[in-house]
């Protein structure tokens, strides 16, 4: 090893003695900032991470690489002197590893001489360092691989600009084998294998920041191989062709051809290893979280799983599947044989093609293929079934991948978040299939229920409740197998262990009174312990047996961890506009993404609080810009809430109308909302706009004079009313902003908590304006750049930064305590919803959350922000989706949602700012070249000449010689 240092030491002299370094890194460093700033347009994508450094690292090593390789054989051929090198004491394999070494030192070299592009990064952004380690180590391997193919050809010629040649089209061959073209051609299968074979896709695994054994072993092995050919080349020259060297010749090559092929066959025995590898992520991406072994774990019934990928389908697509199905083999390994993984092409099987299409309606998609000539429709299978008893879901390649749009309008086809994806869509075909029985046999403690009546002061309609709570409960313990169990307590009967005031200190809860006016009071409550949480339980629209047990139920579940939670959701209702013609449009508001996007994890209902009551089996309440509600709508909102439930409530108090002088977008104000409820629990919504100089650009109608012609266009501008809050604006640590790097809240009204009703109250601000942040009370939204030319509206010279919004958990009081109720005698209501009374103070468990914003969920809000910022406006749904599970206490799927999604972007930065960066690296980039010129020219001036061999064993071989 030390001849073959002292040989790499050599050729590295001859490099840097040389313009032949300089001109290397010079032009690596050239081409790499420059595609990294200009080609894939850093500071545009606005992302923090350095997938511009190595996107074109493959292709760039190939040339590069093949620059430096081509001279070290051909040239010693070419000048006589490789005779005189196979003549010393050095073996064959140290002269092959020292110019090897010395290939890749120079390589490496080049590549930490861009390190300061990450460290610019990380000072910009969030940067996850697991990729950029991941990148580097790739670009080391690649380039190892490159370099023993190059010297290999070298050795076989001695022209310089055949060697050259030859390495490009080698290494480029070898590159192309993985590209989609050639694999799109050859079908699934076949492509695959290709895509084994070729180093692009090996670097791509590698660089994403996972070190698999089997990409480490292929480049290892793809170095070993051409290495050995090289030392066999080396050898070979020195064969005389009589027969007396015929059998040395013989087991030269036999050896060389066994080492080959010994490698080679590694590289297959390794290709099943798919759990042998380090994610080196920061959030561990690639790694399957906690939560999904427990989940798998915990299955009762098989769990079928069945990828639906046809072997012809869109390159863009085949590159995926391997990831998909090494993905689905560690979740049949960690679920200890419950899950039975199927990986099918429908094509060759029509039985499962017909059940597919008939039971699931999984059909084929059609993806329109371009080539050179031509263009071709494909219709192929991208789908994963997931079967769980009765219960089934599908993914859909649309809820698998992500596309992101590049300036070379080839776009980028990247799985989304593989992991959440598929843990949701189990969870969901799994809670959903679960029977109350499963649900008591999986509890770890017993459930206890005890209802708290008062029979002898009951009102006449109610008189036969506690008759139908204990038929109800008698049944539900007979099958619970211990699990179960049920009482009744009277508080005012003598010697009760409780009494009204041990259900006010311990669960808040008051007697409830015949009427407003009337003296005499009563208890009819069922309260529902595990362990040491505790619920309170009401049925919504009387006390009959089918309500009682539906109530009863819906607890169970809510409490287990096992169950798929209910969402119930209430939007205004959809009423058509008119346009400035008066012709009938569709409704300018609607929020079905937040429905479909919520439903991923939940089961989404919608609800009517029109009557007065919220279903029982409701575990958490959206309310998305109320408004026209009343009485018995609101009623409904706050008896919820007293019963210890979980309402979110997206008020802020204005509201989407079209703008008939622009044609564009105007608000009003919102009548009949949930205002004063909201005061009443201590969390007002004023009636004010916050503008913030931090905030999201948005396409306005502008209008400018043009030699006295007025014109309209559309502008993207800063826009004051759209808040942009970053991480320094969230409650750090809270899960419903976890993770999030961003969220635009739209026309958000700030809110103010009073905090002498909220002093007993957990109180926390979720989202806060930036401190640059002012409040208008007009609703004007549309700039006036001709009296405010630089930002279009008034700015105020008092800023401040606002609160937008709030989560409060603890006891509330009713909004309707000391007042009638809605809910009277009145034709459709019956008697026992009438006696039933007010709840006039909840439980510690109620929770509420507050948005200052109705239309930050707005779908026509989303499709507008898409087409400036693309899929920013998802962050405004991961809230929601937080919220919910925050307030159902359902967090498992948060860190896996978070895993992946988490979107690392930039501070903001001005034009300055940006062209200060990029100079100052190209400025590091060049003293770097001129530190390096600069000491090896004096080591150049100032030492001898290195000797190939120490001094000594020089002088031996002369003795021996002579």
């Known amino acids: 090893m030390k001849q073959a240092l002292v040989i790499t030491r050599k050729e590295l002299q001859g490099y840097f003695t040389s313009p032949m370094a300089l001109i290397f890194v010079g032009t690596f460093l050239a081409i790499t900032l420059f595609s990294f700033f200009w080609v894939e347009t850093f500071f545009a994508r606005g992302i923090a991470d350095v997938r511009p450094l190595f996107r074109w690292m493959p292709v760039l090593m190939i040339f590069l690489v093949s620059a430096l390789t081509m001279r070290q054989w051909s040239e010693e051929q070419r000048s006589g002197t490789l005779e005189m090198l196979l003549t010393l004491p050095v073996s064959p394999v140290q002269l092959v590893l020292g110019k090897f070494l010395a290939v890749l030192a120079l390589v490496t070299i080049s590549l930490l001489l861009t390190f300061f592009l990450p460290i610019t990064v990380s000072l910009l952004g969030n940067l996850d360092w697991g990729p950029v380690i991941g990148g580097y180590l790739a670009a080391i391997l690649l380039a190892a691989a490159y370099a023993a193919i190059g010297l290999f050809v070298s050795s076989r010629t001695d022209n310089q600009l055949v060697a050259l040649i030859s390495t490009v089209l080698l290494c480029g061959s070898l590159y192309l084998l993985g590209s989609g073209g050639v694999t799109g051609f050859f079908g699934r299968t076949l492509g695959e294998v290709l895509r084994a074979i070729a180093p692009g896709s090996r670097f791509e695994s590698i660089e994403r920041g996972v070190i698999d054994l089997r990409d480490m072993l292929y480049y290892l092995t793809l170095s070993g191989v051409f290495l050995t050919l090289n030392v066999f080349s080396l050898i070979s020259k020195r064969w005389s062709q009589g027969e007396g060297t015929r059998p040395q010749r013989r087991a030269t090559t036999l050896t060389s051809l066994l080492l080959v092929l010994n490698l080679i066959m590694a590289n297959v025995w390794a290709y099943p290893l798919r759990g042998l590898r380090l994610d080196l992520t920061e959030q561990r991406e690639y790694t399957l979280s906690q939560t999904t072994r427990d989940l798998l774990s915990n299955l009762q019934e098989p769990l079928l799983i069945r990828g639906y990928f046809s072997e012809k389908t869109h390159p863009l697509l085949a590159p995926l599947v391997p990831t998909i199905r090494d993905m689905l083999q560690e979740y049949r390994v960690a679920s200890g044989g419950k899950v039975q993984l199927e990986i099918i092409d429908p094509a060759k099987d029509p039985e499962k093609e017909a059940e597919a299409n008939q039971i699931y309606g999984i059909r084929p998609t059609p993806f329109q293929v371009a080539g050179r000539y031509e263009s071709s429709i494909i219709n192929s299978y991208f789908d994963i079934l997931i079967r769980y008893g009765d219960q089934s879901q599908v993914l859909g390649f649309q809820d698998l991948i992500e596309i992101v749009p590049r300036r070379d309008a080839m776009p980028d086809v990247r799985l989304r978040n593989l992991e959440y994806d598929l843990t949701r869509t189990i969870k969901k075909v799994v809670y959903g299939f679960q029977s109350i029985d499963a649900v008591l046999a999986a509890l770890d403690e017993p459930a206890k229920l005890t209802a708290y009546v008062t029979p002898n002061t009951l009102p006449e309609p109610l008189a036969d409740a506690p008759k139908a709570i204990e038929k109800v409960a008698n049944d539900i313990q007979k099958e619970a197998q211990g699990k179960f169990t049920y009482a009744m307590v009277d508080p005012d009967a003598p010697g009760s262990p409780v009494t009204r005031q041990t259900l006010y200190e311990r669960y808040r809860l008051q007697p409830i009174a015949y009427s407003l006016f009337s003296p005499e009071t009563y208890y009819l409550y069922m309260v529902l312990e595990i362990g040491d949480k505790a619920q309170v339980i009401f049925p919504t629209s009387d006390w009959s047996e089918a309500s009682v047990r539906t109530a009863i139920e819906s607890a169970l579940k809510r409490a287990s961890p096992g169950f798929l939670k209910v969402v119930g959701l209430w939007t205004p209702p959809q009423q058509p506009t008119q346009d400035a013609w008066g012709q009938m449009q569709q409704p ?266 109705a239309a930050f969920l707005d779908d026509i809000v989303f499709q507008i922000s898409s087409r400036l910022m693309g899929d920013r406006y998802l962050n405004s749904l991961k809230l929601m989706q937080n919220a919910v599970a925050w307030c159902t206490e359902d967090l498992d799927l948060l860190g896996i949602r978070a895993r992946g999604t988490t979107a690392r972007t930039l501070n903001p930065l001005s034009e300055r700012a940006q062209s200060f960066w990029e100079g100052l690296n190209y400025a590091v980039a060049l003293l770097a070249l001129l530190g390096i010129a600069g000491v090896w020219n004096l080591r150049r001036k100032s030492e001898q000449p290195m000797e190939l061999l120490p001094a000594k064993t020089l002088t031996k071989a002369k003795e021996v010689k002579s």
């Not at 089996?617 to 009485?631: F, G, H, T």
């Not at 908590?753 to 926390?764: G, L, M, P």
């Not at 939204?781 to 919004?805: D, M």
């Open 588 to 853: 300018l508001s609607t929020w079905e993404e937040l429905s479909n996007y919520l439903a991923q994890e939940q089961e989404v209902r919608t609800v009517y609080l029109e009557g007065g009551s919220v279903p029982a089996d409701i575990d958490v309440l959206v309310v998305v810009a109320p408004q026209e509600m009343n009485d018995k709508a609101r009623y409904a909102v706050d008896q919820y809430l007293m019963r210890g439930g979980a309402v979110i409530a997206v008020a802020g108090n204005y509201k989407l109308v079209p703008d008939p002088f622009t044609g564009g977008l105007g608000i009003e104000a919102i009548k009949n909302g949930m205002q004063e409820l909201l005061a009443s629990y201590g969390i007002t919504v004023e009636n004010s706009l916050v503008l913030d100089l931090q905030n999201e650009p948005f396409p306005v109608p502008v209008v400018r004079n043009v030699g006295g012609i007025r014109i309209q266009e559309i502008q993207a501008l800063n826009y004051p009313f759209f808040v942009d809050i970053r991480p320094d604006g969230m409650a750090q640590g809270h899960p419903i902003v976890a993770n999030l790097s961003a969220v635009t809240l739209n026309w958000a009204s700030p809110i103010t908590v009073d905090e002498a009703k909220n002093a007993k109250r957990q109180v926390t601000v979720l989202l806060r304006s930036s401190k640059n942040s002012w409040t208008q009370t007009t609703t004007i939204i549309q700039p006036n750049f001709e009296q405010y030319p630089q930002l279009g509206f008034a700015v105020s010279e008092v800023k401040q930064s606002y609160p937008l919004a709030v989560a409060v958990q603890g006891s509330f009081e009713s909004y309707f305590k000391g007042k009638p109720s809605p809910l009277t005698t009145e034709e459709g209501e019956t008697a026992a919803q009438a006696a039933a009374g007010t709840i006039e103070a909840s439980p510690e468990t109620a929770r509420l959350v507050v948005f200052g914003s």
